[in-house]
T-cell receptor, first 116, second 114 residues
Framework: AQSVTQPDIHITVSEGASLELRCNYS??????LFWYVQSPGQGLQLLLK??????LVQGIKGFEAEFKRSQSSFNLRKPSVHWSDAAEYFC??????????????FGQGTELSVKP | EAQVTQNPRYLITVTGKKLTVTCSQN?????MSWYRQDPGLGLRQIYY???????DKGDVPEGYKVSRKEKRNFPLILESPSPNQTSLYFC?????????????FGPGTRLLVL
């Protein structure tokens, strides 16, 4: 069955420190992979996506992610966190093997807190 | 501006009172979906549509209906809401071309059913 696991429910980092959010997936084919961010009270904003090619992808707001097929992972990184990065982050894989309107399968989310 | 809009953004209702949440996209996207977001569960697909008049169930369709009479609109209907449908709802759309499956999300509708 297709699934996405974000092992860390909540992470706290100091402002200026580096960040890595973990994402592992189970998928029957080469996946499309996404990271979305949800700020408090806001909708979902696409940070970055991987479809094919270079396994290190750059996104908005200084984020990057690396696709590692051997580890079924797509971890999100940022070298220096800003207070405004405090939000909930969702990893997603898709589309569904049976398409289903391009359905994305989401992880449970990781809430990021940033200490001053 | 390319966007997905939803209305209302916030809604408080009572059990059994029919309601509709509207969704509209201006990107000429083929695919549209509704998701619900619940703590610890991420987002789960309720219904989806791959074209006008083509809709189908997602993972959690019970208690919901949808329609797709026009390409840009995809309303979500709760004919008899119950408290377990209290949630945050997102509409999403994507091109559906197979080459770019990026889903674009609306701002969300927070629903409380008393």
């Amino acid at each position: 069955a297709q699934s996405v696991t974000q092992p860390d429910i909540h992470i706290t980092v100091s402002e200026g420190a580096s960040l890595e959010l973990r994402c592992n997936y189970s998928y029957g084919a080469t996946p499309y992979l996404f990271w979305y961010v949800q700020s408090p009270g806001q909708g979902l904003q696409l940070l970055l996506k991987y479809f094919s090619g270079d396994t290190l992808v750059q996104g908005i707001k200084g984020f990057e992610a690396e696709f590692k097929r051997s580890q079924s992972s797509f971890n999100l990184r940022k070298p220096s966190v800003h207070w405004s990065d405090a939000a909930e982050y969702f990893c997603a894989v898709g589309p569904s093997y049976y398409n289903q309107g391009g359905k994305l399968i989401f992880g449970q989310g990781t809430e990021l807190s940033v200490k001053p | 501006e390319a966007q997905v809009t939803q209305n209302p953004r916030y809604l408080i209702t009572v059990t059994g009172k029919k309601l509709t949440v509207t969704c509209s996209q201006n990107m000429n996207h083929e695919y549209m979906s509704w998701y619900r977001q619940d703590p610890g569960l991420g987002l789960r697909q309720i219904y989806y549509s791959m074209n006008v008049e083509v809709t189908d169930k997602g993972d959690v369709p019970e208690g919901y209906k949808v329609s797709r009479k026009e390409k840009r609109n995809f309303p979500l209907i709760l004919e008899s809401p119950s408290p377990n449908q209290t949630s945050l709802y997102f509409c999403a759309s994507s091109l559906g071309s197979g080459s770019d499956e990026t889903q674009y999300f609306g701002p969300g509708t927070r629903l409380l059913v008393l």
